[in-house]
């Protein structure tokens, strides 16, 4: 079977989304992928209490991206200012990275972000540094907005390996219908 198929996350999801974006970002098994940030940050991606604040707070919804019952990949969506919405915590498991999944949760999440609020544009940040992970957001549309922001300070998000670490915010229009 290899259709994705696509739901919204419940709170019963956390402990599996835990597992899968720290797997795909930090730590030994994130070197499996494309997508490890472990020689930059170590600890961990996200915790418990920011997936419950997602899942409960109005305009946010944490998309799972499964193929039978297997949790390929997820990503959270929130409405921000105006007609923009927010695309982050954008994971896929790393034996299964470079098949084609992420490109597909990133165009559902795309998708969701015209149909549950009508957004114009899709905005992100990513670390400055990951030029492999901004080229692969620019082949889908993506552009760098030049703006730029001091990485997080909140070790909830994990604890920097260097000290020029950095955010860029990438945009990207989106069609209506």
Not at 100 to 107: A, E, F, N, P, S
Not at 150 to 155: A, E, K, S
């Amino acid at each position: 079977m290899n259709t994705l198929t696509f739901r919204r996350a419940t709170n019963d999801d956390i402990p599996a989304l835990l597992e899968l974006v720290t797997n795909a970002y930090r730590g030994e098994a994130s070197r499996a992928g494309w997508t490890t940030e472990a020689d930059l940050i170590d600890g961990q991606r996200i915790d418990a209490d920011l997936l419950h604040a997602d899942l409960d707070r109005p305009d946010s919804l944490v998309i799972l991206a499964e193929r039978g019952v297997d949790l390929v990949g997820c990503a959270h969506i929130a409405k921000d200012l105006g007609d923009t919405a927010y695309f982050g915590m954008f994971a896929v498991r790393p034996t299964g990275q470079s098949q084609g999944d992420g490109t597909r949760i990133l165009v559902e999440a795309e998708r969701l972000a015209v149909a549950e609020w009508g957004s114009t544009v899709m905005i992100m940040t990513v670390i400055g540094l990951r030029d492999a992970l901004i080229a692969f957001y620019e082949r889908r549309g993506y552009r760098r907005t030049g703006v730029r922001k001091p990485f997080h300070v909140d070790t909830r998000f994990g604890v920097p390996r260097r000290d020029d670490l950095h955010l860029e915010v990438l945009e990207k229009g989106l069609h209506r219908g």
